[in-house]
C-alpha cells in the first residue's frame, strides 16, 4: 500500500496533466523511493548505573530451630517480605514536656502488635456498637413518625365528628382508601415518606453529633498540646473560651485559632500582672528600707546606751556613794595613822 507522500505527488501528475488538456499525453509519474531506515545510535561511553544492592535484613538463619525461629516477626514492605527479630525497640512518642519538646520512649515491637491488634478491635467494636445504634435510633424514627401519624389520624376523625358535612367527608376518604388502589398508594406512599425523612434526620443527627464529638476531641488535644508553651494560662479558661466561640460561630475547628486565644490570655495576664508587680517592687523596696532604718536606729540606741554606762561612775554597794578623790598627791603617813588610812579606803570601797 503506497504511502501518503506517494500519493499526493500522484495527484499532483494527474491535476497537472489535466491543466494541459492533452488526454493523448501519458501523465508523468514521479517515482518515489522509500525513506532509508533511521541509522542506530551510535553506542555512547556512559556505562549503565551498577545495580542497587538491596539492603540486608535480619532473618533466621539457615537450619534454624524453631525456636529460633520463634524469635523473629515476619513483615513486609510493599511486596518484599523481611523480618525482624522480637524485642527490637521502636520509638513511641508520649506527650510533650514542659518545655514543649516531645516525650519518645522505646517500647518493644511485640507490644507495639498487641497494642495495635488491641486497637484494631477496639475500633471495630466501637464501629459496630455506632453501626447499631444508628440503626435503633433509625427505627425508632420511623416508629415515632408512624404514631404522629396515627395520632393525627385520629385527631382528624374525632374533629369530624363534630360536623356532619365533615364527617361525611372523612367517610367518603375512608372508603375511598379501602376501594381506589391508587388512592390507598397515595397515602401510604405519603406515610412512607414520613418515616423515610424521619429516619434521614435521625441518621443526619447521629452523624453531626459524631463530628461535633470528634472536633471535641481533636480540639481537646489541641488545647492541651499548646498548654505547655504558656504555662501561665489554664487550660480550663482556654476550653472555655474556644467552645464559645464555636458555638457562636466565630471560630473554626483550626489549631492556630487555639494558639491565638493562648497568645491573648498570655498577653492579658502580662499586662494585668506588670501593675502588680511593679506595686510589689515599691512595696518591698520600703520594707527594705524600713528594716534597714530600724536596724541603724537600734545600733544608734546601743551604742548611745554604752557610752553613757561609760561616764556613769560607778556605785557602792553599801548604798552610800564614794567621796570623789580630790586631784593630787597622795598625803603621807606614818605607821600610827596605818590603821586609819585602811579604814577609810575600806570604806571608799
Same mark, same amino acid.
Given at each position: 500500500?503506497?504511502?501518503?507522500?506517494?500519493?499526493?505527488?500522484?495527484?499532483?501528475?494527474?491535476?497537472?496533466?489535466? @491543466?494541459?488538456? /492533452?488526454? &493523448?499525453?501519458? +501523465?508523468?509519474? $514521479?517515482?518515489?523511493? %522509500?525513506?532509508?531506515? !533511521?541509522?542506530? @545510535?551510535?553506542? /555512547?561511553? &556512559?556505562?549503565? +548505573?551498577?545495580? $542497587?544492592?538491596?539492603? %540486608?535484613?535480619?532473618? !533466621?538463619?539457615?537450619?534454624?530451630?524453631?525456636?529460633?525461629?520463634?524469635?523473629?516477626?515476619?513483615?513486609?514492605?510493599?511486596?518484599?517480605?523481611?523480618?525482624?527479630?522480637?524485642?527490637?525497640?521502636?520509638?513511641?512518642?508520649?506527650?510533650?514536656?514542659?518545655?514543649?519538646?516531645?516525650?519518645?520512649?522505646?517500647?518493644?515491637?511485640?507490644?507495639?502488635?498487641?497494642?495495635?491488634?488491641?486497637?484494631?478491635?477496639?475500633?471495630?467494636?466501637?464501629?459496630?456498637?455506632?453501626?447499631?445504634?444508628?440503626?435503633?435510633?433509625?427505627?425508632?424514627?420511623?416508629?415515632?413518625?408512624?404514631?404522629?401519624?396515627?395520632?393525627?389520624?385520629?385527631?382528624?376523625?374525632?374533629?369530624?365528628?363534630?360536623?356532619?358535612?365533615?364527617?361525611?367527608?372523612?367517610?367518603?376518604?375512608?372508603?375511598?382508601?379501602?376501594?381506589?388502589?391508587?388512592?390507598?398508594?397515595?397515602?401510604?406512599?405519603?406515610?412512607?415518606?414520613?418515616?423515610?425523612?424521619?429516619?434521614?434526620?435521625?441518621?443526619?443527627?447521629?452523624?453531626?453529633?459524631?463530628?461535633?464529638?470528634?472536633?471535641?476531641?481533636?480540639?481537646?488535644?489541641?488545647?492541651?498540646?499548646?498548654?505547655?508553651?504558656?504555662?501561665?494560662?489554664?487550660?480550663?479558661?482556654?476550653?472555655?473560651?474556644?467552645?464559645?466561640?464555636?458555638?457562636?460561630?466565630?471560630?473554626?475547628?483550626?489549631?492556630?485559632?487555639?494558639?491565638?486565644?493562648?497568645?491573648?490570655?498570655?498577653?492579658?495576664?502580662?499586662?494585668?500582672?506588670?501593675?502588680?508587680?511593679?506595686?510589689?517592687?515599691?512595696?518591698?523596696?520600703?520594707?527594705?528600707?524600713?528594716?534597714?532604718?530600724?536596724?541603724?536606729?537600734?545600733?544608734?540606741?546601743?551604742?548611745?546606751?554604752?557610752?553613757?554606762?561609760?561616764?556613769?561612775?560607778?556605785?557602792?554597794?553599801?548604798?552610800?556613794?564614794?567621796?570623789?578623790?580630790?586631784?593630787?598627791?597622795?598625803?603621807?603617813?606614818?605607821?600610827?595613822?596605818?590603821?586609819?588610812?585602811?579604814?577609810?579606803?575600806?570604806?571608799?570601797?
Amino acid at each position: 500500500m503506497p504511502d501518503a507522500e506517494t500519493v499526493q505527488s500522484a495527484a499532483a501528475v494527474v491535476k497537472s496533466w489535466i @491543466a494541459d488538456g /492533452t488526454p &493523448t499525453a501519458e +501523465p508523468v509519474t $514521479v517515482e518515489t523511493t %522509500p525513506a532509508p531506515d !533511521p541509522a542506530p @545510535a551510535a553506542p /555512547t561511553d &556512559t556505562p549503565a +548505573p551498577a545495580p $542497587v544492592a538491596p539492603e %540486608p535484613v535480619a532473618v !533466621p538463619p539457615v537450619g534454624a530451630t524453631p525456636a529460633q525461629i520463634a524469635e523473629f516477626i515476619a513483615g513486609r514492605h510493599g511486596d518484599t517480605e523481611f523480618q525482624v527479630p522480637k524485642g527490637l525497640l521502636l520509638p513511641l512518642k508520649r506527650g510533650s514536656d514542659a518545655q514543649g519538646k516531645p516525650i519518645v520512649e522505646f517500647a518493644p515491637v511485640e507490644e507495639l502488635m498487641k497494642g495495635g491488634m488491641r486497637e484494631r478491635d477496639y475500633q471495630l467494636k466501637r464501629a459496630s456498637e455506632a453501626a447499631q445504634r444508628r440503626d435503633v435510633e433509625a427505627q425508632a424514627a420511623r416508629l415515632q413518625a408512624r404514631e404522629t401519624w396515627l395520632k393525627e389520624q385520629e385527631d382528624q376523625m374525632v374533629a369530624a365528628q363534630k360536623d356532619p358535612q365533615a364527617w361525611e367527608a372523612y367517610q367518603q376518604m375512608q372508603e375511598m382508601y379501602r376501594t381506589n388502589p391508587t388512592f390507598r398508594a397515595k397515602m401510604d406512599d405519603a406515610l412512607a415518606s414520613r418515616e423515610n425523612a424521619a429516619e434521614v434526620q435521625a441518621y443526619r443527627a447521629r452523624d453531626e453529633a459524631q463530628v461535633r464529638s470528634d472536633a471535641l476531641g481533636m480540639a481537646v488535644s489541641w488545647i492541651q498540646d499548646t498548654a505547655a508553651e504558656f504555662p501561665g494560662v489554664d487550660p480550663e479558661r482556654i476550653r472555655t473560651l474556644y467552645a464559645d466561640a464555636l458555638s457562636t460561630g466565630r471560630a473554626t475547628l483550626d489549631p492556630a485559632q487555639v494558639r491565638a486565644l493562648y497568645q491573648q490570655e498570655a498577653s492579658y495576664i502580662a499586662r494585668a500582672m506588670t501593675p502588680l508587680q511593679q506595686q510589689f517592687a515599691d512595696l518591698k523596696g520600703q520594707l527594705d528600707a524600713l528594716t534597714a532604718r530600724q536596724a541603724a536606729e537600734t545600733h544608734n540606741a546601743t551604742t548611745q546606751h554604752a557610752l553613757a554606762r561609760d561616764k556613769t561612775p560607778p556605785v557602792s554597794r553599801s548604798g552610800a556613794a564614794p567621796a570623789p578623790v580630790p586631784p593630787g598627791p597622795v598625803p603621807r603617813f606614818g605607821p600610827s595613822q596605818l590603821v586609819d588610812v585602811n579604814r577609810s579606803w575600806a570604806k571608799q570601797r
